[in-house]
């Protein structure tokens, strides 16, 4: 599936970083929010520093009132000091090294402009700063890289945290179950207009990833006790060579990431 952005909703507008990679998929999704009625926008993840995306973004941003950021991944966040100041506007972020002026930005914040009304949630898991802003005028939440549009995310160990993903996965579930929010705008890939399905499949697939590592573990146990060598030092990618063997080796740098991130929920659990 080609996918190059477009307008969603009454309210989003996606433009499409040229930054397109293995991690970034076709590249990132740099979000302009506006109510119909306003002429100031809302510019969520100006993504990498490259003029020509950065002026596209203001061809559809026009009158830019903030800048928010889903987590401070650089393909996310690289360009977002500069674009504010472009703009002369703030950077809005839950960490602080990455905000520009007095204004932080966290859970249960409202972000108002003209009309418009993005609502914050913390979503930690992915990375440790990882928010979701959900949209109720168009029954639409915003994942950064919680949620992608296509495939699946890297839980950023150390940074990243299994256990803390799977609890935001849950609690973004039961919003869009209490809310009817319909829509994922996700911060990679193709808007998914199945926001239930969506999280579904990914509690589904951390699951099934949890169960296979877990027989990883007693495969390689088993080896040990007929004699063979535990691999101890390498243990997180001799478990991405037997769980991921189907994925293209180029994304198990990624997997392993998630590897250790899936032992060390495993052992606190």
């Known amino acids: 599936m080609t996918w190059s952005g477009g307008t969603f909703g009454s309210t989003g507008q996606c433009v499409l970083a040229p930054n ?48 928010l950021l889903t987590h401070h991944h650089a393909d996310h966040s690289e360009a ?8 002369g506007c703030g950077v809005r972020a839950l960490d602080p090294a990455y905000r520009l002026g007095s204004e ?24 440790s700063d990882s928010l979701s802003f959900v949209v109720p005028q168009d029954r639409a939440v915003l994942t950064g890289d919680t949620v992608l549009g296509r495939g699946t995310t890297v839980v950023a160990h150390p940074d990243g945290q299994l256990g803390a ?9 039961a919003l869009c179950g209490e809310q009817g929010i319909t829509t994922v705008w996700p911060g990679h ?5 199945d926001a239930l399905g969506a999280l579904d499949f990914y509690l589904a697939h951390r699951q099934q ?10 495969d390689l146990h088993a080896v040990e006790r007929e004699g063979g060598t535990f691999p101890h030092e390498t243990l997180p990618r001799a ?9 293209d080796p180029v994304l ?8 250790r991130a899936q032992l060390a929920y495993l052992t606190e659990g």
């Open 20 to 67: 397109a990679d293995i991690m970034t998929l076709d590249g990132t999704n740099t979000w302009v929010l506006r109510d119909p009625d306003s002429s100031r926008s809302v510019v969520v993840d100006p993504g990498p520093s490259i003029d020509a995306h950065l002026d596209a973004i203001d061809v559809a941003a026009g009158d830019v009132a903030v800048v």
């Open 80 to 87: 977002a000091r500069e674009y504010a100041e472009r703009h």
């Open 104 to 127: 932080g930005l966290g859970e249960g914040d409202v972000v108002a402009v003209g009309g418009l009304e993005v609502h914050v949630v913390a979503t930690p898991g992915h990375t």
């Open 165 to 173: 993903y799977l609890s935001s996965l849950e609690r973004l579930h």
């Open 189 to 193: 890939g193709p808007v998914i207009d």
């Open 209 to 218: 990833r949890l169960d296979q590592v877990r027989q990883a573990l007693r």
């Open 239 to 247: 478990i991405v060579e037997i769980v991921y063997a189907d994925v």
């Open 252 to 259: 198990w740098g990624a997997a392993e990431l998630s590897v």
